[in-house]
């Protein structure tokens, strides 16, 4: 769980995986304080080869964590559940950190 510097206020990132349904808790906890992630396909990329380089991950399992084919298929299937729960407010997360993402997106909907 990441915690953020405003007192009363905590967040958690649920990471969508393609293939395996989302954890119960997701939809156990007040709707209205959920919020849908998405970023654009290019910037993930970029962002997994780095991740992928500094743990030290193989050529290929670098290559599979970060193809493209692959991102498309998840983000379109985190669409598909955003589209699915409508009450969750989609924010767009371009180049900035999931804690400021997050941050702001608490800011703007309270």
């Known amino acids: 769980m990441l915690t953020l510097i405003i007192p009363e206020l905590q967040v958690a990132n ?6 395996i349904e989302p954890p119960k808790e997701l939809f156990e906890v007040d ?3 959920v919020y849908a992630l998405t970023i654009n396909p290019t910037f993930l990329k ?3 080869l780095a ?4 743990l030290g991950m193989g050529a290929s399992s670098r290559l599979s ?3 493209m084919e692959h991102i498309c ?5 985190s669409r598909k559940l955003f589209l699915q729960n ?8 371009f180049c900035a950190p999931i804690f400021t993402v997050s941050f ?3 800011m703007v909907h309270t």
């Not at 649920?14 to 293939?19: E, N, S």
């Not at 298929?73 to 299937?77: F, I, N, P, R, V």
């Not at 409508?86 to 997360?93: A, E, H, I, L």
């Open 86 to 93: 409508p009450q969750w407010p989609v924010v767009g997360k």
């Open 31 to 33: 709707q209205d304080k």
């Open 104 to 106: 702001m997106s608490v």
């Open 73 to 77: 298929k998840e983000l379109e299937y």
């Open 46 to 48: 970029s962002i997994r």
């Open 65 to 67: 964590y970060s193809d």
């Open 14 to 19: 649920v990471p969508l995986v393609f293939g």
């Open 51 to 54: 991740r992928s380089r500094s």
